[in-house]
């Protein structure tokens, strides 16, 4: 029964994936059918992380009063709502009104199964789960291409919203499996810190900071990936430009897949620095100037790979570094402010592209990486320290 659970958890983050990147492997063909400059992409995105950063910050509070398992089956049907709603846009306005159910579904599935797993699961588990996340990311932008080049750009979010519907009716169906396997912290088993108390122990803000840091790279990879081809390569049919969205995602899968193999001989955060390590040689390899696609096809698997292991290190950390009262709420921080750097900077992005140019692409990715490493390392020194500090006094 416990290895069935971990199988639904893994086919929830499945759906977690599926509607993260049709926006950005849709948007060159979206873009010209509603008339608007290709900024515009970032205000879509914007709205749909501003529902997940509300969504998130509620999600230490829902996990006190609610089971993990109503929080995911709602949250899923609330996605399924804004993937149909997007499917029947004809106006771009329709896109902003639909990104409501989008992003609240989002915000609250990812911080309360995150904490879920760090509380209650090894390392291992928690690269695997964020490796089916990135399945689902991948399934959908070839969904979307199939679409581009079968029917239309609706059709692939419609075509979605379906296999959405149909997970959905999986976690229905399996509502019992949870019976026997309720969350630390959940429903008074332990005492879960709000978000006030939570940002004061040392180091959970500057690993806050340090998840903006990496949500401002992903992101902009999830919504610009398919832009960069498009305006730096030439003779690109529209459906091939569209997945080149799934790079990325692909990235992220391989890379949690192969964390979930290794994470327990190497360990957290020696995972988080060989990542960030091979992010960097994947977006060296995007700004070399070489002729044709593959060079920064490669590239942007490989900076996919080196993300994979940095989001799920650091949340399984959680509970080790702040321990079982304080981890709902920095998951639920952290998540927070990933959205929010979703929200941010793949619009500021956006605007630097037109007037810059989109090459300029591998720049701003390496800014954030190298950000992203410093952060979490000066958080890690920090959290060390106050822990000597504690033993030296307990020891007193």
């Avoid at 060159?28 to 400059?37: E, G, K």
């Avoid at 999986?170 to 008074?188: R, T």
């Avoid at 292991?309 to 321990?323: E, K, R």
Wanted: with cysteine; hydrophobic share 50%; aromatic share 12%.
């Amino acid at each position: 029964m416990a290895s069935l659970l971990i199988a639904v958890i893994y086919l929830a983050f499945v759906s977690l994936g599926l509607p993260d990147s049709l926006l950005g492997s849709a948007w060159p063909t979206m873009q010209n059918i509603f008339n608007v400059p290709s900024s515009y992409a970032g205000y879509v995105s914007m709205a749909i992380s501003c529902m997940t950063i509300i969504s998130s910050l509620m999600a230490p509070k829902l996990i006190r009063k609610i089971h993990t398992k109503y929080i995911v089956i709602f949250s899923t049907l609330l996605t399924v709502i804004g993937l149909i709603g997007f499917s029947f846009a004809g106006y771009y306005w329709m896109l902003l009104l639909f990104a409501v159910p989008y992003g609240l579904g989002a915000g609250s599935i990812d911080a309360s199964l995150n904490h879920y797993v760090a509380n209650n699961y090894s390392s291992s588990v928690m690269n695997f789960l964020h490796c089916f996340y990135g399945l689902g990311a991948v399934i959908s932008p070839n969904i979307m291409a199939l679409a581009l080049n079968r029917a239309h750009w609706n059709d692939g979010y419609r075509w979605t919203a379906y296999l959405q519907a149909a997970i959905l009716a999986v976690m229905i169906i399996s509502l019992p499996l949870w019976k026997n396997n309720k969350n630390k912290g959940e429903n008074g088993n332990v005492e879960v810190a709000g978000i006030k108390e939570t940002i004061k122990i040392p180091g959970v803000l500057l690993t806050v900071i340090a998840f903006f840091a990496y949500s401002a790279g992903e992101s902009t990879c999830f919504l610009w990936t398919s832009s960069y081809f498009a305006g730096t390569k030439e003779g690109m049919s529209p459906d091939l430009v569209a997945s080149f969205a799934s790079l990325v995602f692909a990235g992220l899968m391989l890379g949690r897949l192969i964390s979930g193999f290794v994470s327990r001989f190497i360990g957290d955060r020696m995972l988080i620095r060989i990542g960030i390590g091979i992010e960097l040689t994947g977006i060296l390899l995007v700004a070399l100037p070489m002729p044709g696609y593959i060079c920064s096809a490669v590239g942007f698997l490989i900076i996919g790979t080196g993300m994979g292991p940095v989001y799920p290190a650091i949340q399984h950390m959680a509970p080790v570094n702040f321990g079982w009262k304080y981890s709902a709420a920095a998951i639920g921080l952290q998540m927070s402010v990933f959205s929010a750097g979703c929200t941010l900077m793949p619009l500021v992005f956006g605007k630097i592209q037109e007037i810059v140019g989109i090459w300029i692409m591998p720049l701003y990715l390496f800014i954030f990486a190298v950000l992203n490493i410093v952060f979490i390392e000066t958080a890690y020194r920090k959290i060390g320290k106050y822990r000597k500090l504690l033993s030296a006094s307990k020891g007193e």
